[in-house]
């Protein structure tokens, strides 16, 4: 096991067995986001991306909860104090160059990636949590995109992936009212892959995890551009490129292992070439 120095006590780092969690520590703030765990959180995972030695990255939260987006209670002392003097043009591309760096990253990085939601996921936590592959809720989490409530629009993505994962009618009605979805309720909708108890939620995450970092790292490069192209790509794209990378991979020494495991009936070692 081994602390990765992320530069902030916001965001907490360690590596252990292939497997990058990634804290969330503000938990007397819920979570919510600061301009140091924004960076921080960028400049990590692109180095993830490119770290052989990182297999799959965990997102979660300190404490009881995920992520409650931004930090309303910030937003409010500058709105007092007339603001930080920046324009909106510079506003706006450092929040799209931040959003593709983190909510992207997680998103298009060819490693998997999950999400463990101890509680609350809202707003741009939300987001955060839906960019990932995979979903894992404490039974007493939920989800909210709770911008409604503070009158903003939405950002991180989440307008995107929830369009995705539940359909345009629902993503509006979850965006105009901003109603908590319940962990069971977020399950039956396919807004999360597992729930369990949570007490039960590292331990669960953990397992999920380290399957994912034992598994074949080429033919999940490929297969996590595949589903991403298939999200809003054409037909006969996702055809070809389908056909490239399974072709590709049946060259590869995972896929070869894995045959013979088959035959001598064990469980194949993947070394990720």
Request: hydrophobic share 40%; glycine share 10%; charged share 25%.
């Amino acid at each position: 096991m081994a602390d990765i120095d992320t530069g902030t006590n916001d965001l907490l780092a360690n590596l252990e067995a292939g497997v990058l969690t990634l804290t969330l520590n503000r938990p007397e703030a819920r979570n919510a986001m600061s301009g140091e765990m924004n960076d921080a959180l960028a400049k990590t995972l692109a180095w993830a991306e490119l770290e052989a030695s990182v297999k799959v990255v965990v997102l979660t939260g300190a404490g009881k909860g995920f992520c409650a987006g931004g930090d309303v209670k910030g937003m409010n002392s500058r709105n007092e104090g007339g603001g930080a003097g920046e324009g909106i043009d510079a506003a706006i591309h450092r929040q799209r160059v931040n959003q593709r760096a983190t909510a992207g990253k997680l998103f298009k990085m060819p490693k998997p990636t999950l999400a463990a939601l101890p509680g609350a996921a809202a707003g741009a936590g939300l987001g955060l949590a839906l960019a990932c592959d995979l979903r894992i809720m404490a039974s007493s989490a939920i989800m909210t995109t709770a911008f409604a409530k503070v009158g903003f629009s939405g950002d991180y993505g989440g307008t995107y992936f929830l369009t995705q994962l539940v359909g345009s009618a629902k993503a509006r009605e979850m965006y105009f009212l901003s109603d908590r979805i319940a962990a069971d309720e977020a399950l039956r909708l396919g807004l999360t892959n597992w729930v369990c108890e949570f007490d039960e939620l590292q331990a669960r995450t953990r397992e999920i995890a380290r399957r994912l970092s034992n598994g074949p790292t080429i033919a999940y490069r490929y297969m996590k551009e595949n589903l991403n192209r298939a999200m809003a790509g054409d037909w006969d794209d996702c055809l070809d490129l389908e056909a490239t990378h399974h072709v590709h991979c049946g060259q590869t020494a995972d896929h070869k292992e894995a045959a013979r495991a088959f035959v001598e009936k064990r469980e194949p070692v993947f070394v990720g070439r």
